[in-house]
Structures are given as C-alpha cells and as structure tokens.
C-alpha cells in the first residue's frame, strides 16, 4: 500500500538546464498537488491537477513552471532553464475526491549549481 | 487572506516532559486547521486536524491541539516527550471550510529537539 511516490529524491542541474520532478498519487488518488519550500521557509502552493486538468496554478510562476497529471503515468513537474533560485524542496500531494486531508511524499531536493 | 504564524522556530526539551508548540492563525473564513510533523529525509505525516468541531483535537502519537478562536490560537501539546518526536512541526490552515489541500497555507516550521 504505497504512499505519494516522488523521484527522483534528490536533483542537481546546472543553470539553464531542465528538471523534471515525478510524482505518483496514491493508488486511487485523483488530485495532485505540488508545494515548493525554500530553505527556512514553509511549504507554498504552486498547482492542483485532477486527471488531464489544471484546477488551480495560482502558485505556478509565470515563466518556465509547468505541470501536468496526464491520464496515464504520474504528474510531471517541468522546470526550462533553472536558476539558482528554484534551488528548493518539491513536494507533492495527492488526496481522493472530496477529501480535506493531503498525503504528501518525501520531497525532490532540486539543486541548482 | 490567510496566515500562520509559528511562534518559536525551535524548542528544545527533555524526554519525558511536556511539548508545547505555538501556532497563531490568521483567516478571513471560518478555518480548517492541521499539524503535520517532518521527520528527517521522509514525507509530511498529517498529526491531527480540527474542522469545526470538537475545539480539542486529538491526534496520533499521543499530540493534541486546542482551538481558541477568541486568541486565534492551535497550539500543539504532547504530555510526555519522547525521542522520536524530534522532527520538524508545521501549523496549517486551510481557506476552505472542507479544508481543501489546495488553499493550505503553511507556517515556517517548528524544530523539535528531544533531550535525553
């Protein structure tokens, strides 16, 4: 009975280069969710996708952030050209259908060197 | 709007006595209010939530929080400490009464640290 999957854990690109964060929800699960945390920060919203939709990217900056949850396989959380500044913990979430309560994974460590 | 504010960024006790951990909360609506607790290299693991209900609230591992609209506080207790609960702590409170996980707003973190 596995939990939220995320991979890789730990993420190191150079600037400028691409990184793809994976999140698979919990079995069942049909909303996902992504935080971001900065270092000595507390986790932000950036997205919430059901199945093939976007809900809510109120969080997403509006440059080089994209996300999807496609119908088959995990949500993909897709960052073009990184900066030092997404250097950061991603975390994702899933919960079934009109539940309150989040089941978050382990976090990706992305590091931008 | 919605806010939280997590009073100490570190608390430090001895095994065996009691946690108190300070949350205060700022919402617009009628709040949905949780604890989740960060172990070293592992995920977020919900403790315990208050959803209009009972104004004390118990979770697992033996944590317990108090709903005080009048102080707009949810401060997290535990009587006795115990070595494994030395982790990270986070207040979070939700813009939708239901406590939809995607209008969660987070505090900055509490660090637990456990005596022996």
């Known amino acids: 009975n596995a939990g939220v999957m995320q991979n890789p854990r730990h993420l190191v690109r150079r600037r400028g280069q691409e990184a793809r964060l994976r999140c698979s929800p919990v079995k069942g699960h049909s909303h996902v969710y992504w935080y971001r945390q900065l270092p000595e920060e507390g986790l932000k919203f950036m997205v919430y996708l059901q199945k093939e939709n976007i809900i809510d990217e109120s969080g997403m900056p509006k440059e080089r952030f994209s996300a999807e949850f496609p119908k088959e396989g995990p949500s993909i959380l897709r960052i073009q050209q990184v900066v030092r500044g997404d250097s950061a913990a991603y975390f994702c979430?899933?919960?079934?259908?009109?539940?309150?309560?989040?089941?978050f994974g382990q976090g990706t460590r992305l590091t931008v060197v | 709007a919605q806010s939280v504010t997590q009073l100490d960024s570190h608390v430090s006790v001895s095994e065996g006595t009691p946690v108190l951990l300070r949350c205060n909360y700022s919402s617009s609506y009628s709040p949905s209010l949780f604890w989740y607790v960060q172990h070293p290299n592992k995920g977020l693991q919900l403790l315990l939530k208050y959803t209009s209900a009972a104004t004390l609230v118990k979770g697992i591992n033996g944590f317990e929080a108090e709903f005080k609209k009048s102080e707009t506080s949810f401060h997290l207790t535990k009587p006795s400490a115990h070595m494994s609960d030395a982790a990270e702590y986070f207040c979070v409170v939700s813009r939708y009464s239901g406590g939809g996980a995607d209008g969660l707003t987070f505090g900055k973190g509490t660090h637990l640290i456990i005596q022996p």
């Open positions: 979430a899933s919960s079934p259908r009109g539940s309150s309560e989040a089941f």
